[in-house]
């Protein structure tokens, strides 16, 4: 493939020259302003003065793509290198800089730009310096490239800068990317998402984040990332465990970063049980993010009373545990009591029933009622088996059925 697209550059270039009298220069031209290197014609153009060399080469491409159906198998042929680096099977690894670099001009040349203001401000955020450079900054010149030379992609990313977006703004996302070439498609779905996850919108960055393809985007690393993230978050347990494996085991050039707080969710996501009090924080924690969000309606009342109806399950689970712990003991002093309670029941001489009158003995201030060292071994009990933050809605608990009228459940 690689000799085929050698003999199309030379056939192409011999006719070129034939078109074109005029005494060119066909030795490599060195323009740091460009690529940053020693870089030859862009699909054989060759040009030897300095200014405006590059927008001459993007306009002679575009032209040259319109007229000339057959060049189409010299550029699959210079693409072929980059859809293996874009589409190893399954290990997810980031494109070189330079493999980046010819995919946008590429997209650039196939979308015709001529503008020449457009086409130097591409190429000046494609100067590759020696320092390489980290994914990141690759997906940031992409995006900005978008911006660019592409009305629509520019139209979805500065909708982006609202501090909340429309809650039906998403899910028009991809259908508006949809007529969009593969690699501008891509891109700005997975940039959409990442703006979403990080407004904590996890349910809609979902949305936008399964339709892309993590094979054809260059920082396959930060998509695996912020889809872990939002399903973490909606405690999608087994969908967040296929994300966290891709990004810890097959991708390549994770950030550090990444690799830390994907360590930290899957060891939180082992060890959450169902229907436990970790379970109940996270439920109660995603209906706080959501109220913040200002949405209130029926999926956050849904997981209000399943965050209710745990809590009371998990309190009368302790409620038995704590009677069967002490059941032996106070049985016999049950008995003891009532035998007591039988042998003072009558006394000497006495006619009576042995009723006496009742007493006010006030409602002093305290948790249920209780005296002071009951109250706190109660606390102790709520403190040991609790997390801290249930103490206040557990102490709220059972202060109302401290104060339940006498013969009511």
């Known amino acids: 493939m690689n000799r085929q697209a050698a003999n199309l550059v030379r056939q192409w270039s011999a006719i070129h020259r034939c078109q074109r009298p005029r005494k060119v220069a066909t030795a490599t031209v060195d323009h740091p302003t460009i690529f940053g290197q020693s870089q030859r014609t862009h699909f054989g153009v060759t040009v030897v003065s300095e200014e405006g060399l590059f927008t001459r080469v993007l306009l002679s491409a575009s032209l040259f793509l319109q007229r000339a159906t057959w060049f189409a198998l010299f550029?699959?042929?210079?693409?072929?290198?980059?859809?293996?680096?874009?589409?190893?099977?399954?290990?997810?690894?980031?494109?070189?800089?330079?493999?980046?670099?010819?995919?946008v001009l590429q997209w650039v040349a196939e979308r015709g730009v001529t503008d020449k203001a457009v086409l130097e401000n591409i190429g000046r955020e494609w100067v590759i310096e020696e320092n390489p450079l980290t994914t990141e900054e690759i997906f940031q010149r992409v995006i900005r490239t978008l911006t660019l030379a592409d009305a629509d992609a520019k139209q979805i990313i500065e909708a982006c800068r609202e501090a909340v977006p429309v809650a039906t703004w998403p899910r028009e996302v991809v259908p508006q990317t949809d007529a969009m070439a593969e690699f501008a498609r891509q891109h700005l779905r997975l940039f959409v998402g990442r703006f979403l996850a990080q407004r904590q919108l996890y349910e809609e960055a979902l949305e936008v984040l399964v339709v892309v393809d993590p094979k054809q985007v260059?920082?396959?690393?930060?998509?695996?990332f912020q889809r872990a993230i939002c399903e973490h978050q909606l405690l999608k347990k087994s969908d967040a465990m296929k994300s966290l494996g891709n990004l810890l085991d097959n991708t390549q050039n994770v950030p550090e970063r990444y690799r830390a707080v994907a360590l930290l969710m899957r060891h939180d996501i082992e060890q959450l049980k169902e229907a436990s009090l970790g379970e109940v924080a996270k439920k109660m924690s995603d209906v706080e993010r959501r109220l913040?969000?200002?949405?209130?309606?029926?999926?956050?009342?849904?997981?209000?009373?399943?965050?209710?109806?745990?809590?009371d399950e998990i309190i009368k689970k302790v409620e038995q545990q704590q009677q069967n712990s002490g059941g032996g003991g106070g049985q016999g002093g049950n008995q003891n009591q009532s035998g007591g309670a039988a042998g003072d029941s009558s006394v000497k001489g006495a006619t009576a029933s042995g009723e006496v009158d009742k007493k006010d003995i006030g409602n002093k201030a305290g948790w249920g009622s209780l005296a002071p060292k009951k109250a706190a071994e109660a606390k102790n009990v709520i403190n040991r088996n609790f997390p801290s933050h249930y103490r206040e809605a557990i102490e709220q608990y059972f202060k109302k059925l401290a104060n339940r009228p006498a013969g009511k459940e």
Not at 87 to 92: E, L
Not at 93 to 102: F, G, K, Q, Y
Not at 218 to 224: E, I, M
């Open 292 to 311: 913040i969000l200002g949405r209130g309606g029926e999926k956050t009342q849904k997981v209000e009373e399943e965050i209710v109806e745990a809590l």
């Open 75 to 103: 550029v699959v042929s210079l693409c072929s290198p980059l859809n293996s680096a874009f589409a190893a099977d399954d290990v997810f690894s980031p494109p070189a800089a330079a493999d980046v670099r010819t995919k």
């Open 218 to 224: 260059v920082d396959p690393a930060s998509y695996f």
